[in-house]
Nanobody, 121 residues
Framework: QVQLVESGGGLVQAGGSLRLACAAS????????MRWYRQTPGKQRELVAG???????NYVDSVKGRFTISRDNAKNTLYLQMNSLKPEDTALYYC???????????????WGQGTQVTVSS
């Protein structure tokens, strides 16, 4: 049993901030990476930010300088600090984890249900 639960979404005015969190439950032998994706109606899901087990971080160009991804390994929690929000950031944000449940299983992807972020102009 693996569960990823996102929180922290909401309605905010342009220029405002939100902090998203993704709490992962269940045990893992290893975690390769954790990522944030987002999706808007009629659009393909987009990788927003990711962090590897070694601490390497990447962002999609449109959020560089505004968003910060981080993790708390002790709590198995992923965060996304979102500053200077723009209306085009409006989307359903999903948490993704790639990892191994145990020694005998290969790595697989696990997804949360998403949290809605709406930025008004």
């Amino acid at each position: 049993q693996v569960q990823l639960v996102e929180s922290g979404g909401g309605l905010v005015q342009a220029g405002g901030s939100l902090r998203l969190a993704c709490a992962a439950s269940g045990t893992f032998f290893s975690i390769t990476a954790m990522r944030w994706y987002r999706q808007t109606p009629g659009k393909q899901r987009e990788l927003v930010a990711g962090i590897t087990s070694g601490g390497d971080i990447n962002y999609v160009d449109s959020v560089k300088g505004r968003f910060t991804i981080s993790r708390d390994n002790a709590k198995n929690t992923l965060y996304l600090q979102m500053n200077s929000l723009k209306p085009e950031d409006t989307a359903l944000y999903y948490c993704n984890l790639n990892g191994r449940r145990n020694y005998f299983r290969p790595a697989d992807d696990y997804w949360g249900q998403g949290t809605q972020v709406t930025v008004s102009s």
